[in-house]
């Protein structure tokens, strides 16, 4: 059995990633670094003019590091932006992961959640709370108004995307260390 490779993974970042799932923003985690890096669709469209000026025989990194640094058309933070989409681009599958949340897992995560309530009654009307369109608005106005649950979901959620977060680096044969 191949050994597991070992990183230090930022549980905080790899957490919001699993969490927060923005359309034209997608997150990819560094297995060098352990970092998760964030390209939006803006940035790939940018590179991909940017790769025109880039000779085809030329090592696209230090090519596009080299052609960054003589322009004057892009701010610090956007040169960082573009140099970390095209290093995800270019090691896609060997160094860097997409990170791609399981479908409907935070709700699936609500729903969970409800059939732990010890109370029949309040469990029922969380349980009504999460149906249908609104689902997500209903249970966090009902959890506002039961602050000891709110609490408890909130400890809750965070399990299951620790789960969820575990279960995916162990996939790609990857074992966190502090």
């Known amino acids: 059995m ?26 990819y985690l560094d297995t060098e670094t ?4 964030w390209v939006t669709d803006e940035t790939r469209r940018d ?3 940017l790769w025109e000026e880039i000779p085809e025989d030329a090592e696209p990194i230090a090519a596009l590091e080299s052609y960054l640094a003589q322009s004057d058309a ?13 290093r995800v681009e270019v090691e896609f599958g060997s160094r860097y992961l997409s990170i791609d949340p399981e479908p409907y897992s935070d709700y699936n995560d609500m729903e969970s959640f409800v059939w732990t309530l010890k109370e029949d009654r309040l469990a029922e009307r969380f349980a009504r709370a999460i149906q249908g369109r609104g689902a997500f608005r209903r249970f966090k106005d009902l959890l506002a108004r039961h602050p000891q649950i709110e609490q408890a979901w909130y400890d809750f959620q965070a399990k299951q995307i620790e789960a969820r977060m575990r279960s995916w680096l162990s996939n ?7």
């Open 2 to 27: 191949e050994e597991k490779k070992r990183i230090k993974v930022n549980f905080f970042e790899l957490s919001a990633a699993f969490e927060l799932n923005f359309i034209g923003n997608t997150p």
């Open 34 to 37: 352990g970092e998760v890096i």
């Open 47 to 49: 590179l991909e003019e």
């Open 74 to 86: 892009f701010r610090d933070w956007q040169r960082e932006e573009l140099l970390n989409a095209a």
């Open 172 to 178: 790609y044969e990857i074992e966190p260390v502090d």
